[in-house]
T-cell receptor
Framework: TQLLEQSPQFLSIQEGENLTVYCNSS?????LQWYRQEPGEGPVLLVT?????EVKKLKRLTFQFGDARKDSSLHITAAQPGDTGLYLC????????FGTGTRLQVFP | NAGVTQTPKFRVLKTGQSMTLLCAQD?????MYWYRQDPGMGLRLIHY???????AKGEVPDGYNVSRLKKQNFLLGLESAAPSQTSVYFC??????????????FGPGTRLLVL
């Protein structure tokens, strides 16, 4: 069974702080996706990283795919209350394998 | 476009009762999925379909059945609900031009409580 572990599980920070969320696996994936899920809604795709070592930026969010395509990180610069939500990584094999999730709360 | 819709939004069942969750998508997607989401476990795939009339088992299929009689609809059935099936259920659909870059579009979820 392929597993994706995310850390930390919970993160509570003040507006303006930086943070990093990690997504780790012992399995190799063809690509890796990050989703954000807000309360009462389904996950929404933020980004797909495909190449080992790839870095993608989405405004204040920076996503990196590990060189061996087994892990990924999400870094948020100057977090805002609007960043609050559940962040899920998902490894792409023949199906999506979702991580355990990181719940982020950003206080004004 | 409504995207992916799910009905009902919330349901309470007693142990042993049956119900059907309906998922509908208006994006003409071939692939559809049912997931369950439980605290600390992310999303787990229950069943999926790669086209009208086809279904396949996912990671946690026991206790559930599905049907895809029409391309736009994917039904999830619980024949005899158990408390362990208390969860939030999400439907998703996708158009797969490349497995590597597949984008799944999720519905808003159905909260199910089994007493």
């Amino acid at each position: 069974t392929q597993l994706l572990e995310q850390s930390p599980q919970f993160l509570s920070i003040q507006e303006g702080e930086n943070l990093t969320v990690y997504c780790n696996s012992s399995s190799v994936f063809s690509s890796l996706q990050w989703y954000r899920q807000e309360p009462g809604e389904g996950p929404v795709l933020l980004v797909t990283v495909v190449t080992g070592g790839e870095v993608k930026k989405l405004k204040r969010l920076t996503f990196q795919f590990g060189d061996a395509r087994k892990d990924s990180s999400l870094h948020i610069t100057a977090a805002q209350p609007g960043d609050t939500g559940l962040y899920l990584c998902a490894g792409v094999a023949n199906k999506l394998i979702f991580g355990t999730g990181t719940r982020l709360q950003v206080f004004p | 476009n409504a995207g992916v819709t799910q009905t009902p939004k919330f349901r309470v069942l007693k142990t042993g009762q049956s119900m059907t969750l309906l998922c509908a998508q208006d994006m003409n997607h071939e692939y559809m999925y049912w997931y369950r989401q439980d605290p600390g476990m992310g999303l787990r795939l229950i069943h999926y379909s790669v086209g009208e009339g086809t279904t396949a088992k996912g990671e946690v299929p026991d206790g559930y059945n599905v049907s895809r009689l029409k391309k736009q609809n994917f039904l999830l059935g619980l024949e005899s609900a158990a408390p362990s099936q208390t969860s939030v259920y999400f439907c998703a659909s996708s158009y797969v031009s490349s497995r590597t870059r597949e984008t799944q579009y999720f519905g808003p979820g159905t909260r199910l409580l089994v007493l």
